[in-house]
């Protein structure tokens, strides 16, 4: 039994707890908020004893064995290191952190401290990737990748209305990519490693934070195109497109469905059952990852978390965005 604690009280939180329901070896048992009080509501929710307004405390408790983290982005690289250098394993929502620095340096820190740092990304677990990938090769070779993830923030219309929400604010290391531009670019470099280049654009608002862009990601012999847009949105499915056919595949993010459709237009379902809750998956490997004594993932490993981080960090600086925490290792 792996004893979880939890940074972050809300939607996201809440589905992976729910994942957790469905493990034999998962038990939350430590929730922390900078909030007392939301810590004990939480915590009153799903019947767990111990709360924390310190993550030091939490980290130091010998209550968990493991923390989920889904706070801000701005704050998921000095949470992480906080519990890695107290060798309590790590699953932090994505992106790892704010920039290459900040990834490399969990990185450093995991191996230092043997304890596993894990990035949540979800879609290289789910049946429907492994049934894209297994099947892959049908399609001949490989020619481009069109990923898009184009959804409409909820709270686009609070920001064009003048009011704050941290969802479009630099300090929190926020923006399109960051957010869901990483699922698509994720998908293509988990598939094709790193690429030989990263062409960007994007419209940058005045809050300082992309809207949407645009990445053109160049390997030896074929072309990638990742579309995310925060302020729009796309039905498109994204698309694998090789000489012999093309896998399109629905919601990037999840995975829900993936088809082949052959030159002759003839077509193959590749879409397999999956749990209406998908975080089951990358749950169930972090914690046979952690029992396995591992301080790596095989899957999400380091030098795929190190890749997204530098194109990541590539293309906002060509978008023009620069977080706070860009600015911090200036002189290191």
């Known amino acids: ?7 972050g009280t809300n939607w996201i ?23 007392e009080e939301k810590a004990s509501e ?7 004893e111990n709360i924390f307004t310190d993550l030091k405390e939490m980290a ?12 801000p982005n701005s704050l ?33 820190t995991s191996k230092q401290y043997e304890t596993l740092v894990m990035e949540a990304m979800k879609l290289t677990f789910v049946p429907n990737y492994e049934a894209l990938f297994k099947n892959l090769h049908k399609i001949g070779k490989v020619r481009r990748y069109i990923g898009s993830y184009c959804q409409y923030s909820s709270r686009y219309d609070k920001y064009k209305n003048g009011e704050y929400t941290n969802t479009f604010d630099p300090k929190f290391s926020n923006g399109a990519l960051m957010d869901i531009g990483v699922y698509p670019l994720y998908a293509i470099v988990s598939m094709f490693g790193r690429p030989n280049n990263v062409i960007a654009s994007g419209l940058k608002l005045e809050s300082g934070v992309d809207g949407e862009g645009t990445l053109i990601l160049e390997y030896d012999d074929m072309q990638a195109n990742v579309i995310f847009s925060k302020i729009t949105d796309s039905f498109n499915p994204s698309e694998i497109q090789g000489e012999n056919g093309s896998i399109m595949i629905n919601h990037i993010s999840e ?7 052959y030159r ?7 879409t397999e059952y999956q749990e209406e809750n998908t975080m089951v998956y990358e749950l169930e490997h972090f914690i046979e990852t952690y029992e396995a004594g591992k301080s790596e993932s095989p899957v999400n490993n380091y030098e795929l978390t190190k890749i997204m981080g530098e194109i ?3 293309a906002r600086k060509q978008m023009g965005v620069v977080y706070p925490a860009d600015t911090k290792y200036d002189n290191d």
């Open 312 to 314: 990541m960090e590539s």
């Open 60 to 71: 130091e408790s010998g209550t968990i064995d493991a923390v989920y983290i889904a706070s």
């Open 264 to 270: 002759d237009n003839t077509e193959e379902i590749l």
């Open 42 to 48: 939480f915590a009153a929710k799903y019947k767990v």
């Open 76 to 108: 998921h690289y000095e949470q992480s290191k906080l519990f890695l250098t107290h060798k309590i394993a790590v699953l932090c929502e994505k992106p790892l952190a704010s920039n290459a620095f900040e990834v490399n340096d969990l990185i450093k």
């Open 13 to 35: 939180t809440e589905k992976l707890i729910n994942a957790g329901g469905m493990l034999e070896n998962f038990k939350l048992n430590a929730v922390y908020s900078r909030s």
């Open 1 to 7: 039994m792996v004893r979880f604690g939890i940074v």
């Open 255 to 261: 995975m829900r469905g993936a088809k082949i459709i």
